[in-house]
């Protein structure tokens, strides 16, 4: 990553955090079953290229930060490193033949809607089964969790493919 | 030996995903203990001053609850001092007069032994396993650790840890949460637990067999702990049931308190808190 990407993902990096700490964090809809963290976007849409080290310590302070506001110590972190050790391994399977170009960051405007979803739903899965499984942390709750972590992780999905048409429509052809 | 090195190099990614994962698992079980938690938890300044500034503009769209919770208060405090005015014109009144307040307000017996410092609410959640409440104050306000939260629909939570402005403090929807109370109709002891994962209802423990209970008896705080004043609501029974294999009831009761409009609360301070303590613990050795 260049100098002025990396800037703009730190950017990025606090809009997401304000959002889902200001706003997300209030949301909560039937009964609690739906909750929407939008914050794994900035994992999961950070450029394909990214060193599979530096994202897993970017995860996991994502995750810590979400921790100290959500008073939920480690779980967050613990779900965030899950979704970020398999990005690399859900790359390989949902890549197109000619493979993704590493310089790029995944767009909705590029990849279009079947393959963006295609990449971006197992890993939100993927944390927000981690995130409700462990958060439950009783063997009682997990079909409870199960459905929990589905439920959401369908909202969240929405918001973020929301916030692809809202704000990414611009540079379907350009690279950030 | 670079061999070695050769391996942890081609395994880097996993080891790195392995010892974070450990990490968390470590924050995860270790929760608890609070050296570190005052900087990792919502009452650390940053956290609690961005929650303090959101609830300040979300609390305007919640004044015509929160005036008319306050003007219920007002009016069972106001009773109170007709009574008290009348205990004092005549002296046989006296006794059942207090008798009656104690009644009226939380039920308390014993008033002087507690004093309350009104707080407010500025995060709260009620739909996970572990829910915590952040107050807009802290040590500097007389605020430590362990005292109770209470509303005057009865028992919220518990101070967790404290800093200079803020305070976190567990829900009574936290699955750590244990409460002493009794049967309010028998003076039976028992222990509220949450572990319903429902924030409308909890359940009561060691309530024995022999005892009758029926929906719709009151479960109160015991006063045993100087947590929280003898007498302070917990709940009305909703479901009771004996079943052969377990030496206790099943009891399910309703909360009393309606955690989605938690927006004021009372920390209660035991004045007497030290002294009892240090009391038990002689008597122990």
């Known amino acids: 990553m260049g100098r002025e990407t990396w800037l703009k993902q730190v950017g990025v990096f606090f809009v997401y955090l304000f959002a889902q700490v200001v706003f997300c964090r209030n949301l909560t809809f039937f009964e609690g079953n739906v909750m929407i963290f939008p914050y794994v976007a900035f994992l999961v849409l950070l450029p394909f290229g990214a060193n599979n080290m530096k994202l897993l310590n970017i995860a996991f302070a994502m995750g810590l930060i979400m921790d100290i506001f959500y008073d939920s110590i480690g779980i967050h972190s613990a779900a965030c490193v899950g979704m970020a050790f398999t990005r690399y391994q859900i790359m390989k399977v949902t890549a197109p033949s000619s493979g993704y170009d590493l310089s790029d960051v995944p767009l909705i405007g590029q990849m279009g809607f079947g393959s963006f979803v295609t990449f971006v739903i197992p890993q939100v899965l993927i944390h927000h089964i981690l995130l409700f499984c462990i958060e439950a942390a009783d063997w009682g709750f997990m079909p409870k969790a199960l459905l929990r972590a589905f439920l959401s992780s369908i909202a969240t999905l929405l918001i973020i493919l929301a916030i692809q048409y809202l704000f990414y429509r611009g540079f379907s052809k350009r690279r950030i | ?285």
């Open chain 2, 1 to 285: 030996m670079s061999q070695l090195f050769a391996i942890i190099f081609r395994y880097r990614v996993f080891l790195l995903f392995v010892f974070l994962e450990f990490v968390a698992a470590g924050l995860v079980v270790n929760n608890n203990s609070y050296q570190r938690s005052i900087v990792l938890s919502s009452s650390n300044t940053f956290v609690g001053g961005i929650y303090n500034t959101t609830s300040n503009i979300s609390q305007y769209f919640n004044l015509t609850e929160v005036n008319e919770g306050l003007l219920d208060e007002n009016a069972i405090l106001r009773k109170q001092i007709e009574l008290l005015q009348i205990g004092e014109s005549t002296d046989s009144l006296k006794t059942t007069a207090k008798e009656h307040i104690t009644n009226l307000f939380y039920g308390m017996s014993d008033t002087v032994a507690y004093d309350f410092i009104p707080a407010r609410v500025i995060n709260n959640s009620m739909y996970r396993s572990a829910n915590y409440i952040t107050l807009n104050k802290g040590r500097k306000d007389g605020i430590v650790e362990g005292m109770g939260l209470m509303t005057k629909e009865g028992v919220v939570g518990q101070v967790k840890t404290v800093s200079d402005h803020f305070s976190t403090c567990y829900s009574l929807l936290h699955r750590d949460m244990n409460v002493s109370s009794e049967l309010k109709r028998t003076g039976d002891l028992c222990t509220v637990k949450w572990d319903t994962q429902d924030p409308a209802t909890a359940s009561v423990n060691y309530l024995p067999l022999h005892l009758d209970i029926n929906v719709g008896d009151t479960i109160t705080t015991s006063g045993f702990n100087t947590v929280y004043p003898e007498g302070v609501m917990l709940g009305v029974v909703s479901e009771a049931s004996r079943v052969p294999s377990e030496r206790f009831w099943l009891v399910t009761i309703d909360v009393s308190v309606d955690f989605s409009k938690l927006h004021h609360v009372y920390v209660t301070k035991s004045l007497f808190r030290a002294e009892k303590d240090s009391l038990e613990q002689i008597a122990e050795e």
